[in-house]
């Protein structure tokens, strides 16, 4: 069973639409990119699966054992966020609220999760420091290390790579690699299609004709053939 199903997703906002008839599904271990032109909605469509934002039409459905509540998620970065005065250790840990419910503290498992997913980031030693000193490459495992202590099943990353340098964009995709070689669901917007083609299991590509399929599939359906001959449909 998937464990992320949008069926049929018309979706923008201030009430004109900007995707519509968008239908795919996402099965454990999968990995997902997202990818279209700056404007197509890509942002939109996985707030939506978030429930930040509400469909025009069509529905998202989780199963296969995934909560909505269980995704973890790592935005793109804004220049306020980058100058958040709290501490390593503080943000991390702010990933298992949603697994404390009306507690108003955090236990000790939540702790040592907290604590483990430094450690699976590389940056346990950086635990006491302020966020805002850090480097971007290493703000970015932090924010990383706080959406794995949301979800051991699903992470949706929104430009996870924007502004970093190439040999720290290249760790950054083996870290989210191998996350997903250990069984933790993919899901990523980018504009990298180089990534796209090494890493995706499959491709979403939102545009004219839009296309859901493995990488295989769009290597051959919708990079290697003129887009006249394909039906433009949203292949599953």
Known sequence: MAQLTCHDLSLGYDGKTIIKGVNFSVHNGDYLFIVGENGSGKSTLMKTILNLHSPFEGSVVTGGGLKSTEIGYLPQQTAVQKDFPASVWEIVLSGCLNRCGLRPYYNRGEKQLARNNLEKMGIAHLAKQCFRELSGGQQQRVLLA????????????????????????EEMYGLINKLNQGGITIIMISHDMSAALQYASHILHIGDPTFFGTREDYIENYINKDFSSFDGGVKA
Do not use: F, I, Q
Not at 150 to 158: F, W
């Open 146 to 169: 706080r959406a794995l202590c949301a979800t051991g099943k699903m992470l949706l990353l929104d430009e996870p790579v924007s502004g970093l340098d190439p040999k720290v964009t």
